[in-house]
């Protein structure tokens, strides 16, 4: 209910912004207090007869609820506090004046006014009227040892509960300031807190991110082409061809595993992973040892892809040509990526001893984990072969998935 009465003053746009919207509120509650404090002492004033008071009080107060409503006007927030402080002094010194002077109880307040300026409106404005009624009180101290004689406005026999009055609603004050202080204080740590573990878990993705892309681009690659060396040696002794073989099955195993790491060690962090540019990579190396001649076409207008896609793509692609440098004994590897309006289209042929009917219906372990990928991504995957005429393989992947 309070929270609802104090955002009614507060205008909407300034409520979106949560550290816009607490000022606000704390400008707010300080105008809406103030407000019922200076009612307190209308009443006050009339109790003890304090006819001035009460007049000053009033135009006080009006002030005061007067603030309200510029806030709800949406004027500048420095401009509204400083004149709810203001309106405040004028309210002291007046009353101050009218009850004795150096010698009223009301004079305490002005100890009030640069605190909540300074929680209001700033550094600055605490500063000025910290000085400001620093002065006052010189002032009225000189005057009274000049011997001015202040008027006593008020009936003398209510003397101590107008002191204990005012002394009571000072200590108020002061908790309240000090309240909403610890409020504020609390917020700014927990926010602090937030941030420092924001920061945390970022500096760990980053830092697995890094890793992720170590293992990748020189782990990974280099085991990549340590299997390409050994998928060359054609003249090996029958009695080290198993040994060569085993030797390529476990750096198939190891590849494999190390990109499983990586890719749980990336989860999000793969934001910046470019199949086009992996697959240039990759083709290029390819060449380089002679295993194949390779070529990469591109047809359509390159476009990003979700980039968790684009990685599992890659991982289609490497299982493909891997199976092309193992089983084909192809002399030449063809891949194109074709990009229309909402598909990439990654097509692949070799030139190799190719596959009958049976063996593409055997769906071995490579075709079984490429088919789950390329499912997992909502896209779909052909294969096509006639024996000597090498293996042709389509995959097909929409921009959403």
């Keep these: 209910m309070i929270s609802k009465f104090i955002n009614f003053f507060i205008p909407r746009q300034r409520q979106e912004n949560a550290e816009e919207h607490r000022q606000y ?3 707010t509650y300080f105008v809406i207090v103030t407000f019922l404090f200076d009612l307190n002492y209308i009443s006050l004033s009339s109790t003890i007869g304090f006819e001035m ?56 307040w002005l100890a009030s006014s640069p605190i909540v300026a300074l929680l209001m409106a700033g550094k600055r404005s605490g500063f000025v009227w910290m000085f400001i009624n620093a002065a006052m009180v010189v002032v009225f101290a000189l005057m009274a040892k000049n011997g ?12 101590n509960f107008f002191i204990a009055n005012t002394f009571f609603g000072l200590v108020i004050i002061i908790f309240v300031v000090a309240l909403v202080f610890e409020n504020g204080k609390n917020t700014a740590l927990r926010k602090l807190a937030q941030k420092n573990i924001l920061l945390a878990e970022e500096k760990k993705k980053t830092a697995l991110y890094a890793l992720s892309q170590e293992i990748h681009d020189n782990v990974g690659q280099t085991l990549f ?23 390529m099955e476990l750096l198939s195993q190891a590849i494999d595993k190390l990109r499983d790491i990586s890719s749980t060690l ?19 190396t390819i060449s380089g040892i002679g295993a194949l001649k390779t070529k990469l076409e591109v047809q359509g207008e390159v476009q990003k892809l979700n980039s968790k896609t684009e990685f599992v793509l890659y991982r289609i692609a490497q299982e493909v040509i891997n199976n092309v440098i193992k089983h084909s ?12 309006s909402n598909l990439l289209t990654m097509y692949f042929k070799d030139d190799g001893v190719g596959m009958n009917s049976e063996q593409l219906l055997k769906d071995g372990q490579g075709m079984r984990n490429m088919r789950e990928r390329t499912a997992g991504i909502q896209g779909e995957i052909n294969f096509s072969s006639s024996e000597n005429s090498g293996v042709e393989v389509t995959v097909k992947a929409p921009f959403y998935s």
């Excluded at 082409?225 to 030797?247: G, Q």
């Design 225 to 247: 082409l340590a299997k390409l060396n050994l998928s060359t040696f054609d003249l090996v002794p029958d009695d080290e061809r198993e040994r060569v073989k085993n030797s």
């Design 53 to 108: 008071g009460m007049r000053i009080m009033a135009i006080t107060a009006g002030a005061h609820l007067l603030q309200a409503f510029a806030i709800r006007l949406d004027w500048p927030l420095w401009l509204v506090s400083n004149l709810y402080v203001l309106f405040g002094v004028f309210g002291v010194v007046g009353c101050t004046y009218y009850s004795g002077g150096f010698y009223s109880p009301v004079i305490v």
């Design 266 to 284: 990336n989860e999000e962090n793969i934001t910046n992973f470019s199949l086009l540019n992996s697959l240039k990579v990759d083709m290029e």
């Design 329 to 340: 004994q192809a002399a030449h590897l063809h891949v194109k990526l074709i990009f229309s």
């Design 25 to 27: 509120k704390l400008v």
């Design 148 to 159: 001015y004689e202040f008027p006593v406005d008020y009936a003398a026999e209510w003397s």
